[in-house]
Nanobody
C-alpha cells in the first residue's frame, strides 16, 4: 500500500511561484508513474502533469509553459514546480501514483491518491 502526502500549497499572488511536493511512503514508487491533478469547486478532477517511471513527462496545455513535474526516486518524492501563477490556477492539487509505470492523463488510471493541498492565487 502506498501513502501519498502533498505539501507546499498556500496563498500566493498572481505571478508568484510555488513548489508542491508529494512524499510517498509504504513502498518505493520509482517504478510507478506519478501524476498531479487539480480540482476546482464543483468540477471534476483535471489533469495537470504526469511523469513516467523513466522520467518522460507530459503536461496539460493550460500549464505546460508554467508548470514542471519532476521526481526524485532517492527521496521517493514527486514535485510540481509552478511559476507565473494566475488566479485560474486556484484549486486543490492532488498527487497520484500508478503502478503501471506508463504515464497517463486519465485520473481513473491511478491507483493511489493523496489528500490534496490547497493552492490559492490572488489577483
Amino acid at each position: 500500500q502506498v501513502q501519498l502526502v502533498e505539501s507546499g500549497g498556500g496563498l500566493v499572488q498572481a505571478g508568484d511561484s510555488l513548489r508542491l511536493s508529494c512524499a510517498a511512503s509504504g513502498h518505493s514508487v520509482s517504478n510507478y508513474a506519478m501524476g498531479w491533478f487539480r480540482q476546482f469547486p464543483g468540477k471534476e478532477r483535471e489533469f495537470v502533469a504526469t511523469v513516467s517511471w523513466s522520467g518522460l513527462t507530459m503536461s496539460s496545455d493550460s500549464v505546460k509553459d508554467r508548470f514542471t513535474i519532476s521526481r526524485d526516486n532517492a527521496e521517493n518524492t514527486v514535485y510540481l514546480q509552478m511559476s507565473s501563477l494566475i488566479p485560474e490556477d486556484t484549486a486543490v492539487y492532488y498527487c497520484a501514483a500508478k503502478r503501471n509505470g506508463i504515464y497517463s492523463m486519465n485520473w481513473f488510471a491511478y491507483d493511489y491518491w493523496g489528500q490534496g493541498t490547497q493552492v490559492t492565487v490572488s489577483s
